[in-house]
């Protein structure tokens, strides 16, 4: 039997958000990088994220190492959007500090 060498694509796949996701999973590769950068191994990243396999995570390792510019890139652009989304966020709540206060002055005189 001979040995095939092929050149395999990493499990990834590109989310409505612009995430990539791992395999048939919902984790995101951002998830997993960082799981990996912070040292955990890839039986211990299987652990935490049950719904990926041991290869997948492999397998986006392997594709982490060999393209650090690219997911370094990607890493950034997500953490640009995230920052986005939080001052969306935060900027369509009401001032909640002043809404506390009011609430506290209301309460104080009806104790009156």
Do not use: W
């Not at 995430?19 to 211990?44: K, P």
């Not at 986005?84 to 005189?109: C, F, N, T, Y």
């Amino acid at each position: 039997m001979e040995l095939v060498l092929q050149t395999e694509a990493p499990p990834l796949r590109r989310d409505s958000s612009g995430g990539m996701r791992v395999g048939n999973s919902r984790v995101l590769l951002e998830l997993i990088i960082r799981a990996f950068e912070d040292g955990a191994t890839a039986e211990a990243i299987c652990q935490r994220y049950e719904t990926v396999t041991l290869a997948e995570v492999y397998s986006v390792v392997a594709y982490y190492l060999r393209h650090p510019d690219e997911i370094a890139l990607y890493m950034q652009q997500r953490e640009e959007q995230a920052k986005s989304v939080r001052e969306h966020i935060e900027g369509a709540q009401p001032d909640l500090i002043g809404v506390r206060k009011r609430l506290q002055a209301r309460r104080k005189m009806m104790a009156s």
